[in-house]
């Protein structure tokens, strides 16, 4: 090679130095790398950022799923299908109700049953009695169901004032279904009555309070009957009869007896509390009561049809030829005829007659006034 490594390295710069009119200066090509580098990890940030945070979103929404998938209330949707009995006992809450609703398969959980009830802030509005609901239906769908009055299954009895225990054991198998002879043997059994202390009577003739009455499918014969005479037991404490009795020197059986005389004789109000003080007033003068109820009752008692009354008839309910009154009630009183027995109205009176076709009485004390106006109801037919 020419020339001495001297002569090179004066010439270096020559062999190094950038072409004309270049501008480069030694070290910028790197830092523009470098800072292309870093303008491009600028520009992908925010889509990894972006792709990291949707992934994390993914993942806790699958967790939360998963999780809240876990702790969910069971629960159907919609108002079910086909329908069951559900029965309420008294004193049940929501979560009686909610155990027997999963177990008869209308709800699928219990928790679904109690959070609608809660949710409806009708909880205290539920009652006792037997229901027709959906199968498989949400606990909303549920709880409306048992709201609903429609929905409840029971038998309406209204027992008729005045009605005879033959007539009410009747009426109440035919509407109820259940066995008349299973009512007739049910309200033999005094004892089970439940009757108020102080009243031991050999039959349930005047407990069988006439009122409107409501059934559930399945209560037996012995919880009808002692139905009606609970509600006798109620009105009898609520008029303090067993006192008022006492006050007018009867005893409560007696004063009942009375009612039911009164029940079976008079239509009007005004009546009922007069024919209880003639009763009085006879019994009191040693004069048989000779009311004709009592007598009809007794001939319907042996089997006979109480037209074919003769009031001949060798019965204890032959008041007109007995002194006192019959050995028991004659019909089931209303609270009217109770009342009218231990509050009897003042006045001398002796007999009484039908006075006009509507029903109402006269009273009176006197025998040839009496005898008058029995011939005047004899003769315009208002049943005397």
């Known amino acids: 090679m020419e020339g001495s490594i001297d002569e090179l390295r004066d010439d270096d710069h020559l062999l190094f130095a950038p072409r004309e009119g270049a501008s480069h200066v030694p070290g910028s ?10 303008r491009r990890a600028r520009r992908i940030a925010p889509f990894v950022a972006l792709v990291l945070i ?9 967790i939360v799923t998963s999780v809240s998938g876990r702790f969910a209330t069971p629960d159907y949707s919609g108002s079910g299908e086909g329908s069951t009995r559900i029965k309420i006992s008294p004193g049940d809450g929501a979560r ?5 609703m999963v177990q008869a398969g209308v709800v699928k959980s219990s928790r679904a049953f109690i959070t609608a009830a809660e949710n409806s802030g009708r909880a205290s509005d539920i009652q006792a009695g037997v229901y027709r609901v959906p199968l ?7 709880m409306a169901a048992i709201l609903d009055p429609a929905n409840r299954l029971v038998s309406q009895v209204t027992i008729p004032e005045g009605y005879t225990e033959k007539q009410v054991l009747a009426l109440l198998a035919s509407k109820t279904g259940l066995p008349l002879a299973e009512l007739r043997a049910a309200a033999g059994k005094i004892s089970e009555l439940g009757l108020p202390e102080g009243l031991s009577p050999k039959t349930a003739e005047g407990f069988l309070f006439p009122s409107t009455y409501e059934f559930d499918p399945d209560q037996t014969a012995g919880q009808v009957v002692q139905q009606l005479a609970a509600q006798f037991g109620a009105e009898y404490r609520k008029l303090g009869f067993a006192a008022a009795a006492k006050a007018l020197r009867l005893t409560p059986y007696q004063a009942l007896i009375i009612a039911s005389l009164v029940e079976a004789e008079a239509k009007f109000p005004e009546d009922r509390p ?3 003080r003639v009763i009085l007033n006879r019994m009191a003068k040693g004069t048989p009561i000779g009311i004709d109820a009592a007598n009809r009752y007794g001939v319907a008692l042996s089997g006979k049809d109480p037209d074919t009354v003769t009031y001949t008839e060798n019965s204890p309910y032959n008041v007109r030829t007995r002194v006192g009154l019959p050995p028991t009630p004659v019909s089931n009183p209303g609270v009217a005829s109770l009342q009218a027995a231990v509050q009897p109205a003042a006045g001398d009176w002796l007999y009484y007659v039908v006075s ?5 009485h006269v009273f009176t004390a006197d025998e040839d006034v009496f005898t008058a106006a ?3 109801c004899k003769a315009n037919g208002w049943g005397c």
Request: charged share 30%; no cysteine; glycine share 10%.
């Open 29 to 38: 090509r790197k830092r523009s790398q470098r800072h292309q580098k870093r």
């Open 54 to 62: 949707l992934g994390l979103v993914g993942v806790s929404y699958k």
């Open 96 to 100: 009686d109700v909610a155990a027997a």
């Open 136 to 142: 498989r239906a949400s606990g909303k769908a549920a």
């Open 274 to 276: 007069k024919v209880a």
């Open 356 to 360: 006009d076709s509507a029903g109402h």
């Open 374 to 376: 029995v011939a005047k």
